[in-house]
Antibody
Framework: EVQLVESGGGLVQPGRSLRLSCTTS????????VSWVRQAPGKGLEWVTFIRSKAYGGTPEYAASVKGRFTISRDDSKSIVYLQMNSLKTEDTAVYYCTRDTLDYPFYYMDAWGKGTTVTVSS | DIQMTQSPSTLSASVGDRVTLTCRASQSISSWLAWYQQKPGKVPELLIHKASSLASGVPSRFSGSGSGTEFTLTISSLQPDDFATYYC?????????FGQGTKVEI
């Protein structure tokens, strides 16, 4: 069974940092790209960041709203993806989902989702 | 960035109804479109990818169509389990965008 489990969320003050983790199992992690998607309270879905598999360079992409503040990385030896979030703003408050992204060459779509971890940015 | 607009925002329907949801892209995305279902308090689930390909395990009452800038998701006979919010996603670039969602309610 494909599983993605997010952790690391919590309450943090504006301007501070937080690191989220996405621990995966049930599939060959190294073969897949991964994204983070967030959902603010009562709002829709917003893509945040993406990282390719090592076979495709392991390179990241970022939404304009987080570029320069967030960093995605992956550890294929542990089947984990990390999201380092710096200079957090109140508008970053959301549930953060980790997704497995399947290649539909040359593009990717999200085909499996974790249950999410809640990040609240407030003073 | 490509903007995705879903209509209607809310759709009221009854069990057994045939319902059609629409998603429009601000520019052509070929067939690089997916649909997701999200029930309250739950995780989004993939229904359709590449505009019309049914994801594994998804009931055949769901179908998708369209290409270019206009897409539809059709539920042929609405079931009680289908009352949820539906999102479209364009994945024609490496900057993904979702529609704002259509809530299907009783």
């Amino acid at each position: 069974e494909v599983q993605l489990v997010e952790s690391g969320g919590g309450l943090v003050q504006p301007g501070r940092s937080l690191r989220l983790s996405c621990t995966t199992s049930g599939f060959t992690f190294g073969d897949y790209a991964v994204s983070w998607v967030r959902q603010a309270p009562g709002k829709g879905l917003e893509w945040v960041t993406f990282i390719r598999s090592k076979a495709y360079g392991g390179t990241p992409e970022y939404a304009a709203s987080v570029k320069g503040r967030f960093t995605i990385s992956r550890d294929d030896s542990k089947s984990i993806v990390y999201l380092q979030m710096n200079s957090l703003k109140t508008e970053d408050t959301a549930v953060y989902y980790c997704t497995r992204d399947t290649l539909d060459y040359p593009f990717y779509y999200m085909d499996a989702w974790g249950k999410g971890t809640t990040v609240t940015v407030s003073s | 960035d490509i903007q995705m607009t879903q209509s209607p925002s809310t759709l009221s329907a009854s069990v057994g109804d045939r319902v059609t949801l629409t998603c429009r892209a601000s520019q052509s995305i070929s067939s690089w479109l997916a649909w997701y279902q999200q029930k309250p308090g739950k995780v989004p689930e993939l229904l359709i990818h590449k505009a019309s390909s049914l994801a594994s395990g998804v009931p055949s009452r769901f179908s998708g169509s369209g290409s270019g800038t206009e897409f539809t998701l059709t539920i042929s006979s609405l079931q009680p389990d289908d009352f949820a919010t539906y999102y479209c996603l364009q994945y024609s670039t490496y900057s993904w965008t979702f529609g704002q969602g259509t809530k299907v309610e009783i």
